[in-house]
């Protein structure tokens, strides 16, 4: 699943992440969640989010044109960002 604003909007706590994306809401516990890294298309960057929530589409990814502040923010939280 592909996110981008204004579509899209990506939510962050200590204690989980929350995608929003076409009318559906994606909440993942930090426990549960196993890779937070940049991802490059041809012509987009965005934030690739790894997990374990079966219930959850496989590949989650939300693209920003802000990536480093979205980064930054991810760290401030206790969230690792591999770039």
Known sequence: MQATPPLGALFTTQ???VLIAFGRQY???RSEITGLSRYRSAF????LIEHQVSTLPKTLVF???QFA???????ELGYSVDV
């Open 44 to 47: 987009r960057t965005g934030l």
């Open 27 to 29: 909440a993942i516990d």
């Open 63 to 65: 693209y920003t044109r």
């Open 15 to 17: 204690s989980q992440i």
């Open 69 to 75: 502040e979205t980064r930054q923010a991810l760290v």
